[in-house]
């Protein structure tokens, strides 16, 4: 009856199937404005059920607006419903599976870390430890600021680890980095046209979420010394910078181009330093952060993300002093409250000194990778160009024009040249992902060594290579 079919073995429970299919009936005109339906006890024997069901999903699509009762006359289709143009979609969209893509066996996309040397089993049981201990008053929403044994936690982790001295209360915790780029974005917004200035190349979401805000994006040129100062920085700008390991091209800005940038801002200019790697550095000690030289004007953005897991959304930003009451409020309004749990039990991770072992294992590792592949690409292409590799899990590596057949080759690394990649199983990415202007042909690739095995880096490279030389 109207192609209607109910299934005892289902999931779903017989009045839910029988209201659904009904509602489709109706879509897909099988069921037309002003159709007559079956009495409810007809209905039922048709269908096998109890009359009850059939009442109660004809009062509930009466209830909805697709029926209509009319007492002593039965129960019809509405007359009036105004479907639009179509009310279901081609079968072939319907039906059609989107295309897979290729199985990667080797990820060397930046910014995912190791995923396989997590520290599972004690992260685990600090999970259920926060939970165990927990009275019923914690089983609430958490404060829009964080949970405050987290935010102290993080200040004497940030102490010990980067050497920034900050008070909790200027630590706001947040649902990650991009959380935080939404909220500063909705937060600093003034009216349209508010200029929002951003690294060429950078990191896309970014961009992104202040597009979304109303924000008028600006390009950041790029030298040796990283992000370029602009012109004029007018009213209500904002700032958004890597200093301190630029994504993706890993320079790091020198001393004298940071204050460049602070002695152009405007009177209530906001800088946005995302330092999303610097825990990773192989010589020395972290650089400085950009928010020692002007901790009025520079918010710092951290992440858990890069130096833990990404499915923990967990990250913080430390505010000027001025903006944190109303940048809380702000926050509080949108209810951007993070996971309780998970902040408690990284407050418990971190106190317990967890993370900094890991941490120090994870240089050794990333360490180890680097060393390998800068050796493997230098023994093939002795004139490459390779930034980045002080820090982070990433490399930007660029090859000379001298390796092309002549100086109006286009650049080697084009959509093509990914599209190989990926059906070979290799996931990278290039400088042509990253910039303003959408992808364009690249000399430079950006290769990962995050979240690759150890016993996979050469044969890898070795594969990459071969693609490589094919293109040059």
């Not at 009442?55 to 009762?69: D, I, K, M, N, P």
């Not at 940038?261 to 999303?276: M, N, P, Q």
């Not at 001025?322 to 940048?327: A, N, Y």
């Not at 109006?408 to 400088?431: H, L, M, S, Y």
Request: charged share 20%; glycine share 8%.
């Amino acid at each position: 009856m109207f192609g209607i079919s109910l299934s005892r073995n289902s999931p779903q429970t017989l009045p839910l199937q029988l209201t659904n299919s009904l509602r489709a009936a109706v879509r897909e005109g099988r069921l037309g404005p002003g159709d007559r339906l079956p009495a409810s006890r007809t209905m039922a024997a048709e269908l096998g059920v109890s009359r009850n069901i059939v009442t109660a999903c004809y009062e509930q699509l009466v209830s909805e607006g697709y029926f209509t009762s009319r007492v002593g006359r039965g129960t019809f289709v509405v007359s009036n419903i105004e479907w639009g143009s179509s009310r279901t979609l081609p079968p072939s969209s319907r039906t059609s599976e989107a295309r897979q893509p290729a199985p990667v066996r080797y990820d060397l996309t930046a910014g995912t870390p190791d995923l396989g040397a997590l520290p599972t089993r004690r992260w685990i049981e600090t999970v259920a430890e926060a939970h165990r201990n927990a009275h019923s008053t914690k089983w609430d929403y958490s404060r829009a600021q964080g949970e405050e044994t987290l935010r102290k936690e993080i200040a004497d982790y940030l102490f010990r680890i980067r050497g920034i001295t900050v008070s909790p209360v200027r630590i706001v915790v947040t649902a990650g980095t991009s959380e935080a780029l939404r909220l500063l974005a909705g937060y600093a917004h003034q009216g349209e046209n508010q200029p929002f200035f951003a690294e060429d190349p950078s990191i896309p979401y970014t961009r992104e979420a202040f597009r979304a805000a109303g924000y008028e994006i600006r390009a950041l040129e790029h030298d040796s010394d990283g992000a370029v100062p602009p012109g004029s920085v007018s009213q209500g700008s904002v700032i958004y910078l890597t200093p301190s390991h630029q994504f993706p091209r890993g320079t790091y800005m020198p001393l004298q181009r940071r204050l460049a940038f602070l002695a152009g801002l405007a009177e209530d200019t906001l800088v946005l330093e995302d330092d999303y790697d610097s825990e990773f550095r192989f010589r020395g000690v972290p650089a400085e952060p950009f928010l020692s030289l002007r901790p009025d004007r520079v918010i710092y953005l951290g992440s858990f993300s890069k130096t833990l897991f990404p499915a923990l959304r967990l990250g913080f930003v430390i505010l000027p002093p001025q903006i944190l009451d109303s940048f809380v409020e702000f926050k509080q309004r949108v209810f951007a409250i993070p996971p309780t749990f998970a902040q408690r039990a990284l407050a418990s991770f971190l106190s317990g000194g967890n993370l900094e072992a890991h941490l120090f294992r994870m240089k050794r590792i990333y360490a180890r990778r680097v060393t390998t592949i800068l050796s493997l690409l230098r023994a093939t292409f002795p004139d490459v160009e390779i930034r980045g590799e002080e820090c982070g899990y990433h490399l930007w590596v660029r090859f000379p024009r001298t390796y092309t057949s002549g100086p109006n080759v286009a650049p080697p690394f084009d959509e093509a040249f990914f599209d190989t990649c990926a059906g070979q199983g290799i996931a990278i990415k290039g400088d042509r992902h990253y910039g303003f202007d959408g992808p364009v042909d690249t000399d430079a690739l950006v290769i990962g060594y995050g979240n690759i095995a150890d016993d996979d880096i050469e044969p890898a490279l070795a594969s990459l290579i071969d693609l490589i030389k094919a293109r040059l």
